[in-house]
């Protein structure tokens, strides 16, 4: 586990970069979850956060595309 930790916190540090708060968000929590699943499933705690953190970045990145699709528009003239 600790020959692991540099990577994971790495994995994390450069999706924290990415563009959009969604994507972020969504990999990082999906990496947690997967390197902890992993890890306990068989000792494959970083194809376990690779795979959170894809899992996590379309989860998020649909939940605010439908966010945005179910906001109302605002009108032409408003600020």
């Known amino acids: 586990m600790r020959k692991l930790f540099p990577v994971v916190i790495s994995a ?22 997967g390197g902890v699943a992993g890890h306990y499933a068989g000792h494959h705690a970083v194809a376990g956060a690779m795979a959170g953190c894809a899992a996590g970045h379309y ?19 408003a600020h």
Do not use: V
Request: glycine fraction near 10%.
């Open 59 to 77: 989860y998020y990145k649909h939940k605010a595309a439908k966010a945005a699709a179910a906001a109302p528009a605002k009108p032409a003239g």
């Open 12 to 33: 994390a540090l450069i999706a924290s970069l990415a563009p959009g708060e969604a994507s972020a968000k969504g990999c990082i929590r999906g990496m947690i979850a």
